[in-house]
Every structure is written in C-alpha cells, then in structure tokens.
C-alpha cells in the first residue's frame, strides 16, 4: 500500500511562515497585481518550504475525489502535442475521468498555475520540457500522484518516453552508408528534452566515424525557423549534403525552401525528419522519418496517472516505448515505392 502522506500545510501555516495575512496569501497565489512583488515571492517562498497545495472547491470535504487528471504541455501548437492530448484525454475518457490541462509556456508563470492546477485534480502529468521546473514537480509530488513523459526523470517516479537516440543513431548511420559527409543538425537540443536526445544520437555516430557536424541550427521546432535555416544555409554558402531535423515540421519547411530555391533534394541535400506526420508521405519526394508512439504514450500516462490515484506504488523503473525509422525517398538510397515504407525497429533503450 502507499504511504500516508505527512499532513498537509494550510494556510494559515504560510500566512504564518511569511508573515502576511491569509487574504494576501490567496492573492498571492492567484497572481492578483495588488500584492507587492517582493511580498508575493515570500509567499511563494514559504509555500515551497512548507509543500504548500491549494484545495480546491471539489476538494472541500475531506476524502472526496475530483474525477479529474491534469496535464501540463509546454503548447498544443502541431502534431506532436496534438497527439498527446488526444492519446491522454480518450485514455481518461474510457475511465471515466475528464482532463484539465494547463500549457506552461515560456511566457506563463508556471509556478502559480501548476499549484492551482494540483489544487483541482486527482493527479497530474507533465509531459514534454515546459516552463516547469523539475523541483516543483517534486514538490507536486509530496501531495498528488504525479507521472511524467518525455522529460527528465523525476525519481521514484513513473516515467513514458518513446525512444529517441537508439534511432536517432541509426538514421544518422543510414545517411553516412548512403555517402552522405557532411551533415548538419537542424533543432533546439535542449538537455532532457526529445531533440536533445536526437543530437546525441546523431553526434554519437559522427564521432564514431570520425567526424563532426557542420553545424548545428538550434532553433525552435516550428515551419518558420526550418525554412529561415535553408535559407541562411544557402545565402551562407554552407556546405552540407544531409539535414537531420528534429522533427517533421522543420524538415518539410526546410525541404521546400530549399527547393523552391533551385536545390534538388536528395540528390545535392538529403533531408529527413522525425514524427511522421501526415504529409511527409505525401510530399515529393516522400520524407524519410521516424514514427513514434505519440498517442500511446500519452494514453499510457493518463492510465498509470489513474493506477496511482487509486492507490498503487509508483515503478521507478522507465517506460520505453519503440520509435520505428520510416525510409521513403528524401535520405537519397534506394527506397520503396509510391506508398510504401521500410520500417526498421531500433532496440529500446533505457531513458536516461
């Protein structure tokens, strides 16, 4: 059986602790303009110290459940979020349970909105590198079930990834078998984050081969910045014969940029990408990507989030689920035809 946790601040404790008022703690946490900066970061601060949670409405008699899970992304904006959203929110609709989902952006104030969150719901996942930082996911986790999914890991805590440098590896080992020399790497390689395990499984294989990247185009997993980078790499004259982009939205923005400038692709730049999206197999010439379980990953989640709202022992051990290389006809070899797909299985590999 889980643990009983220690009892709960309230408070009066952090009124207490930062020696305000109740009413200018509850401003404080709601992010209300009329508490002073300095008086609000000393709320904060004593709730922090004092593994404070807000209860919410639903929350008002002891015992009772809200029914309701949380989920925290950085956005919703292309597929990739898209299809976790909806992978976590049919998972806790066949069990009954409705989502709230809060987006933690560069922009937001994280703190805040993720303590209101745990205030409301039963659990809570945070997926994908966000706003949050890991020590308030800690702290989260002294009070509410918490799991989380392609981020780092928070220990003795549940954990999805879909594996990223095993495949990562292995696309980058095809271009190198296909000629390919001179390679640059096009994403934001951010530590513990899904691109940030792509680079290393691409550096890997070029030290392995004696070789370095190019250049590396850290920028942001958007079309825009795709094709801002085929357009800097031509106006700069940098040589390259294959792009390995961090995902499918920068590879097809740099593809078209690229030939919509005159490059033919693969025969002067090969360009792959990850995620496979839908139109990676529709564009000419097809993308060469990789697939990921991204709904899975996020009905896994919500059902493990369920699992421990119920009662059960966290498994400290991560779960990592199978990415599957996609060859169409964008990384330059032979490739199958109209409408087929090679699809090679990397082993698993433990996230670290």
Same mark, same amino acid.
């Given at each position: 059986?889980?643990?009983?946790?220690?009892?709960? *601040?309230?408070? /009066?404790?952090? #009124?207490?602790?930062?020696?305000?008022?109740? #009413?200018?703690?509850?401003?404080?946490?709601?992010?209300?303009?009329?508490?002073?900066?300095?008086?609000?970061?000393?709320?904060?601060?004593?709730?922090?110290?004092?593994? /404070?949670?807000?209860?919410?409405?639903?929350?008002?008699?002891?015992?009772?459940?809200?029914?309701?899970?949380?989920?925290?992304?950085?956005?919703? &904006?292309?597929? /990739?979020?898209?299809?976790?959203?909806?992978?976590?929110?049919?998972?806790?609709?066949?069990?009954?349970?409705?989502?709230?989902? $809060?987006?933690?952006?560069?922009?937001?104030?994280?703190?805040?909105?993720? +303590?209101?969150?745990?205030?409301?719901? $039963?659990?809570?996942?945070?997926?994908? +590198?966000?706003?949050?930082?890991?020590?308030?996911? @800690?702290?989260?986790?002294?009070?509410?079930?918490?799991?989380?999914?392609?981020?780092?890991?928070?220990?003795?805590?549940?954990?999805?990834?879909?594996?990223?440098?095993?495949?990562?590896?292995?696309?980058?080992?095809?271009?190198?078998?296909?000629?390919?020399?001179?390679?640059? =790497?096009?994403?934001?390689?951010?530590?513990?984050?899904?691109?940030?395990?792509?680079?290393?499984? =691409?550096?890997? @294989?070029?030290?392995?081969?004696?070789? #370095?990247?190019?250049?590396?185009?850290?920028?942001?997993?958007?079309?825009?910045?795709?094709?801002?980078?085929?357009?800097?790499?031509?106006? &700069?004259?940098?040589?390259?014969?294959?792009?390995?982009?961090?995902?499918?939205?920068?590879?097809? *923005?740099?593809?078209?940029?690229?030939?919509?400038?005159?490059?033919?692709?693969?025969?002067?730049?090969?360009?792959?990408?990850?995620?496979?999206?839908? *139109?990676?197999? /529709? @564009?000419?010439?097809?993308?060469?990507?990789?697939?990921?379980? @991204?709904?899975?990953?996020? #009905?896994?989640? *919500? +059902?493990?989030?369920?699992?421990?709202?119920?009662?059960?022992?966290?498994?400290?051990?991560?779960?990592?689920?199978?990415? +599957?290389?996609?060859?169409?006809?964008?990384?330059?070899?032979?490739?199958?035809?109209?409408?087929?797909?090679?699809?090679? $299985?990397?082993?698993?590999?433990?996230?670290?």
């Amino acid at each position: 059986m889980r643990s009983t946790p220690d009892r709960a *601040a309230t408070i /009066y404790a952090v #009124a207490q602790r930062a020696g305000v008022s109740t #009413a200018t703690v509850s401003r404080a946490l709601a992010g209300s303009e009329k508490v002073a900066p300095r008086t609000r970061e000393a709320v904060l601060a004593a709730a922090r110290e004092l593994h /404070y949670v807000p209860d919410g409405a639903a929350r008002a008699l002891a015992g009772r459940r809200t029914n309701a899970l949380g989920l925290v992304l950085p956005h919703i &904006d292309g597929p /990739y979020y898209a299809a976790v959203l909806v992978g976590f929110e049919m998972a806790a609709s066949d069990l009954g349970l409705s989502v709230v989902l $809060d987006l933690a952006g560069p922009d937001t104030d994280p703190d805040r909105a993720v +303590r209101q969150l745990a205030g409301t719901v $039963d659990g809570v996942a945070f997926m994908a +590198r966000s706003a949050v930082e890991d020590e308030l996911i @800690v702290e989260i986790a002294t009070r509410r079930p918490v799991v989380v999914a392609a981020r780092s890991r928070i220990p003795g805590r549940d954990a999805f990834y879909a594996e990223n440098t095993v495949a990562a590896a292995r696309l980058t080992a095809h271009l190198l078998e296909s000629g390919r020399r001179r390679l640059a =790497f096009v994403g934001r390689p951010e530590p513990d984050s899904d691109i940030g395990a792509r680079h290393e499984g =691409f550096r890997n @294989v070029l030290a392995d081969a004696g070789l #370095a990247p190019v250049a590396t185009f850290a920028v942001d997993p958007v079309e825009e910045e795709g094709a801002e980078v085929a357009r800097e790499l031509l106006e &700069d004259g940098v040589d390259v014969d294959a792009i390995v982009c961090g995902n499918d939205q920068l590879a097809l *923005a740099v593809m078209h940029e690229l030939q919509e400038r005159g490059v033919d692709v693969p025969s002067t730049i090969a360009v792959v990408g990850w995620d496979d999206v839908h *139109a990676s197999r /529709y @564009v000419r010439p097809g993308l060469t990507t990789v697939a990921q379980p @991204v709904e899975e990953l996020g #009905a896994l989640a *919500a +059902r493990r989030l369920a699992e421990l709202v119920d009662g059960a022992d966290p498994v400290p051990e991560a779960v990592v689920l199978d990415s +599957r290389i996609v060859h169409r006809a964008s990384c330059g070899c032979a490739h199958p035809g109209r409408g087929e797909e090679l699809v090679v $299985d990397p082993s698993p590999q433990e996230h670290p």
